[in-house]
């Protein structure tokens, strides 16, 4: 077994990928449920009217078909290949760096540890979150597998600067959710252990993964909207940047809007935090 370092970080980044995309394969449709949900009633462009939930889920089937929830599953893939893989991996690394690799480490080390490998990865996997997000909003019928063809709008509508539009409300998101997941999940964990409640291994990994999938949708759910909506802007811009679409959606739907689609982020986070976790968990 080799000794050196790098390996084990290459297998922690490889470990979190494998986890990554094996969790979004089966998560992927309550992601575009989340992500009609996050653009209905937005000023200066028209949707479909969706009822909630339920309402979104029976609208997709309906007008596009069961494969519409699989709308941006190659685009998602090459998402969690390259933002999760890293913003997982790193994130041991990350503590060392922050000091937070000791078993009294202050929770705040932790979670600037999470912060920093969030914000790495959110860097260097925006291309395949734009173009996620774009397919996943596509209300088209059978359109859904235009993995190339939203590849190619992009660069002739906005050119390859496309790609990192919401840059910086995407990094600010991978930040904040990283922070959260990951800090919350030691923490929890290191609770767990130290009262006895809960012994090393699969049951303790799922009790605080779960934890943390909690904490996330509440902390991340504002981002997360704002993300979406500067990633599927038109050509004509509604929104210049993060903050003024912060203050157009509060200005136009109210403090509210800025967590619509919280029950299929949380949804989402829960069985994504705790197959994710757990998962990596037993291949590092």
Same mark, same amino acid.
């Given at each position: 077994?080799?000794?050196?370092?790098?390996?084990?970080?290459?297998?922690?980044?490889?470990?979190?990928?494998?986890?990554? %995309?094996?969790?979004?394969?089966?998560?992927?449709?309550?992601?575009?449920?989340?992500? #009609?949900?996050?653009?209905?009633?937005?000023?200066?462009?028209?949707?479909?009217?969706? *009822?909630?939930? /339920?309402?979104?889920?029976?609208?997709?089937?309906?007008?596009?078909?069961?494969?519409?929830?699989? +709308? !941006?599953?190659?685009?998602?893939?090459?998402?969690?290949?390259?933002?999760?893989?890293?913003?997982?991996? /790193?994130?041991?690394?990350?503590?060392?760096?922050?000091?937070? *690799?000791?078993?009294?480490?202050?929770?705040?080390?932790?979670?600037?540890?999470?912060?920093?490998?969030?914000?790495?990865?959110?860097?260097?996997?925006?291309?395949?979150?734009? /173009?996620?997000? #774009?397919?996943?909003?596509?209300?088209?019928?059978?359109?859904?597998?235009?993995?190339?063809?939203?590849?190619?709008?992009?660069?002739?509508?906005? *050119?390859?600067?496309?790609?990192?539009? !919401?840059?910086?409300?995407?990094?600010?998101?991978?930040? %904040?959710?990283?922070?959260?997941?990951?800090?919350?999940?030691?923490?929890?964990?290191?609770?767990? +252990?130290?009262?006895?409640?809960? +012994?090393?291994?699969?049951?303790?990994?799922?009790?605080?993964?779960?934890?943390?999938?909690?904490?996330?949708?509440?902390?991340?759910?504002?981002?997360?909207?704002?993300?979406?909506?500067?990633?599927?802007?038109?050509?004509?811009?509604?929104?210049? !940047?993060?903050?003024?679409?912060?203050?157009?959606?509060?200005?136009?739907?109210?403090?509210?809007?800025?967590?619509?689609?919280?029950?299929?982020?949380?949804?989402?986070?829960?069985?994504?935090?705790? /197959?994710?976790?757990?998962?990596?968990?037993?291949?590092?």
């Amino acid at each position: 077994m080799s000794n050196n370092p790098n390996d084990s970080i290459a297998k922690k980044i490889f470990g979190a990928g494998l986890a990554a %995309v094996t969790t979004v394969t089966f998560i992927h449709p309550i992601d575009v449920v989340k992500t #009609r949900l996050q653009i209905v009633g937005e000023a200066g462009r028209q949707t479909k009217a969706y *009822g909630g939930v /339920l309402g979104t889920v029976k609208t997709i089937a309906a007008d596009e078909g069961l494969g519409a929830f699989y +709308k !941006g599953i190659k685009a998602a893939w090459l998402r969690e290949s390259s933002y999760t893989s890293l913003r997982l991996g /790193l994130y041991e690394p990350m503590k060392d760096l922050f000091g937070a *690799g000791k078993k009294d480490a202050a929770f705040w080390r932790k979670f600037c540890a999470g912060a920093a490998a969030g914000a790495i990865g959110s860097v260097v996997g925006n291309p395949f979150d734009v /173009l996620k997000t #774009r397919m996943m909003a596509n209300e088209k019928a059978g359109d859904g597998s235009g993995f190339f063809k939203a590849f190619h709008e992009v660069v002739e509508i906005q *050119g390859y600067g496309g790609f990192y539009k !919401g840059l910086s409300a995407n990094v600010t998101r991978a930040m %904040v959710l990283n922070a959260t997941k990951m800090a919350v999940y030691d923490q929890t964990k290191q609770m767990i +252990k130290t009262s006895g409640i809960i +012994k090393e291994g699969l049951m303790l990994h799922f009790s605080s993964a779960f934890t943390a999938g909690f904490f996330m949708a509440i902390t991340v759910s504002p981002f997360d909207i704002v993300r979406t909506r500067l990633m599927n802007q038109p050509k004509e811009k509604i929104y210049n !940047g993060m903050i003024d679409c912060f203050g157009k959606i509060i200005k136009n739907e109210g403090p509210m809007g800025l967590y619509k689609g919280f029950i299929p982020i949380w949804g989402r986070f829960a069985p994504t935090t705790t /197959l994710q976790l757990v998962i990596f968990e037993q291949i590092r």
